[in-house]
């Protein structure tokens, strides 16, 4: 079956407050498995990106076998990608100025930009919020209603995505079908109400390295054979290639920049919210046995950076609900040997919404995607 790639930018009205009221055009990348005429009907998929790393870098990696999207679109889907404001290819505001990264970052900025030098940010403040990122995340899902003609769209969030899409999909099950998170952020005693004044004191992005990407995954490299050889540089020319102002400062190989946002609402009452998760909107969560980035070990004494996959899980009060764990595999598995065990997890959701044919229930994944209870 045909696959038809289309690269759209989607108007909105932005509630960022460094932009707010301005038209701005959201980058969303659309596979598309099920053209018109040749499928009965046709399932929207939408998969939004966490913290760090861009839609098309997570979801779309042009190598081997890595691209997610592109593996739902051959299994017959109409799968969607976006990037919310702040992360790859939608729009950065603030983010250009060097002097708006942070100070403790300030001095990656050599040799490049030229005459640079470190000092006090000009925008004092985060960038985005939860309300924003919300909207945003309501637009695409509007505009994919509309011009595909569905009732609801599938979510596939990764990452710090579950901060958006739980909520989202909690106060929206009528737009949304079902559920997927991989490695989601969840803090189950994080704070419910936005803070007093917006936007909060701070700085707009933080930048990360190629170095600190490789070493923050080394340190949740727990078998052999979990990462392939080269896979780093691969997966760093793509969060590259989304990035056209980081990819020409300093070091030699470019800086990521990362948007910093104040986050709130998503946590244990959240998510039994109304019986609306493994209710209305059937939940699959999953995570790699050796991800501590989402499961913070020893607990932190802060609950907004006190994280926890199987709480979440416990937290959903719907029956229809159920969580994988992934044998050698790290909170970076879209780009691990795992990942295709992920691709056939999802792809099988997606049409079953079951797990080794149960709608409820706590499995374990091997490194040949066979199930077994845990």
Known sequence: MPIVTNDLLVP???????????????????????????????KAVLMLHGRSIPALAAFDLQHTSYSWAEHLAKAGYDVFMMDLQGSGRSPRPKMNEPRNASPANQNLLTPRPPGFTPGPVEYKFQLNNSNSDRDELHTVVEYIRKERNVDKVAFVGYSAAGLTMGPYAVNNPTRVESLFLLAPVFPPDGTSTPP????????????????????????????????????????WAAVMESDPVGRNWGPPEGLNRIRNFVRWGWNKTTAAQGGVLGGRVPVLIVYGEHDATVNTSPPSTDPELNFSVPALYDAITGDHKLMVKLACAGHTVVWETQHKNVHNLSKHWLKHLKVDGKTQGVFNMDTDGNLSPA
Not at 23 to 42: A, I, Y
Not at 204 to 217: A, H, I, N, S
């Open 12 to 42: 909105h009205k932005s509630t960022v407050p460094a932009n707010k009221n301005d038209p701005v055009e959201l980058f969303v990348r659309e596979r598309d498995g099920t053209p018109l005429g040749l499928l009965p009907e046709r």
């Open 196 to 235: 007093s004044t917006l936007p909060q004191p701070g700085f707009p992005m933080f930048l990360g390295t190629r170095w600190g990407l490789e070493q923050g995954w080394n340190r949740e490299l727990g078998c052999d054979g979990q990462r392939e050889l080269g896979i780093v540089e691969k997966a």
